[in-house]
């Protein structure tokens, strides 16, 4: 089951995607992220809830639908 997010959700006109296992392991990836990129050395726990929020499962349907017809 993987994770997905899109930093766009949280910061508009940034096209960064993160995936992982889990919701820690996407959370640590845009904690660093978000430092790298945004300059944002503290994820308050506000901004983490955003996150959390803001993580989904990455769809199975992705355009082509391959396999049996
Ligand atoms: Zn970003």
């Keep these: 089951m993987t994770k997905v997010l899109r930093c766009s959700d949280i910061k508009p006109g940034c096209d960064f995607e993160i995936r ?20 944002i050395q503290d994820i308050t726990p506000e901004l983490a809830s955003k996150v959390r929020s803001a993580i989904h499962e990455e769809s199975q349907a992705k355009g082509h639908s391959s396999g049996s017809n």
């Design 20 to 39: 992982g296992n889990s919701e820690e392991e996407v959370m640590k990836q845009a904690t660093a992220h978000a430092k790298t990129a945004h300059n």
